[in-house]
């Protein structure tokens, strides 16, 4: 059984490692950032300090806004991750025909992963709706 997990374990890395690939920035065209032997500088004397936000009501619409994208790819990769522990407690659950406890585990197991996902998907669902609220 652990040399199973551990065959699972290692067939996750190389997958894993293709998110961690470096990625190449263009910076040209940047007033006062310069790429050199792999470093980033940036000389904030060059910027022009532009923003979107010029007052009280723009801050808190900039705040939500950020806000409901953050909410969103959290809640989005969290229900992901939830499908595959539905997924691997249903294997689970057709494995223990026979054992009384392990089926009640694998049952309570994907209990616990629905309601996650409908309370990840209640929260994404109220900040958007604050987000239309408030905007």
């Known amino acids: 059984m652990k040399s199973k997990r551990i065959k699972y374990l290692l067939s996750l890395v190389p997958s894993t490692l293709l998110f961690l690939a470096p990625i190449s920035v263009n910076a040209t ?13 940036v000389d904030v004397s060059k910027g022009t300090g ?25 809640t989005g990769i969290a229900a992901i991750a939830l499908v595959g522990i539905f997924a691997y407690k249903a294997v689970a659950l057709s494995k223990s025909s026979n054992n009384p406890k392990e089926r009640k585990d694998a049952l309570d197991g994907m209990l616990y992963a629905f309601i996650g996902a ?4 209640g929260a994404s669902l109220l900040s958007g709706l604050a987000y239309g609220l408030f905007q």
């Not at 979107?52 to 801050?59: N, R």
């Not at 409908?118 to 998907?121: E, K, P, Q, R, V």
């Open 29 to 41: 065209g940047l007033d006062g950032v310069s790429i050199s032997g792999g470093k980033v500088t």
């Open 50 to 74: 532009v923003s979107d936000v010029t007052d009280l009501a723009g801050f808190w619409n900039k705040i939500f806004s950020v806000g409901r994208l953050v909410i969103s790819g959290v």
């Open 118 to 121: 409908a309370l990840l998907g």
